[in-house]
């Protein structure tokens, strides 16, 4: 039995000998494994009055150029809209340009297309700034945005912030024959 319990201990050791250097060595190999994108949307609020809408954006780095997609699709807009209004984070610092800014028919990409604005809407941009350091986008079409089945693009050619995070946008539209506007969804963009 002495035999044994030896030859069984000797074992073990002669197998930490090779076992533990091989995952010592096996660890920096680890280090490359890509970050997993997950399909998962952040919401603050969980309110059943917040409404997820859907964009697009080519960089997600920090200080990288970026070209940010705010899609209007037929499902968001219940009526023809005269006016846009899109509520800017206070955190997402980046200079706003009216040359940089615009509003177009789009084709939203999947798997066969890229997204791509199929064309321009004329339009009056105005940049918001109040005392808080508030921005919003006021957005007049020439003509209402009609409630049809053709999707609607709020273009921003802007750089990201310095800081990553999540910034959270908001739309508001002021529908045809009404004086008010409405709040029409939000966005959640994602900068690494």
């Keep these: 039995m002495l035999k044994i319990t030896k030859k069984l201990t000797l074992n073990l050791k002669i197998l930490r ?5 091989t995952i010592l060595v096996s660890t920096p190999f680890f280090d490359n494994i ?7 949307e952040f919401q603050w609020d969980q309110d059943s009055n917040f409404r997820r809408l859907k964009w697009f954006q ?13 899609f209007l699709r037929p499902s968001d807009r219940r009526t023809d809209l005269l006016k846009i209004n899109l509520a800017i984070p206070k955190t997402f610092k980046s200079t706003l340009k009216n040359e940089k800014i615009s509003f177009c028919k789009v084709r939203i ?7 791509k604005c199929l064309e321009d809407i004329p339009a009056d941009i105005k940049i918001n700034t109040d005392e808080s350091g508030l921005r919003s986008l006021d957005i007049y ?3 209402p ?17 310095k800081k990553s995070g999540l910034y959270q946008f908001h739309s508001y539209g002021q529908p045809k024959g009404k ?4 709040y029409l969804g939000s ?4 900068v690494d």
């Design 17 to 21: 000998f090779f076992i533990i250097p």
């Design 34 to 40: 890509q970050d997993a994108k997950a399909g998962l």
């Design 58 to 70: 080519k960089e997600n780095k920090r200080k990288f150029r970026n070209t940010i997609y705010f």
């Design 109 to 115: 990409g999947g798997f066969e297309n890229r997204t």
């Design 141 to 143: 079409p020439y003509s």
């Design 145 to 161: 945005i009609p409630s049809n089945k053709e999707s609607y693009a709020i273009l921003l050619k802007v750089f990201n912030p």
């Design 179 to 182: 004086s008010f506007s409405s």
């Design 187 to 190: 966005w959640t963009i994602v």
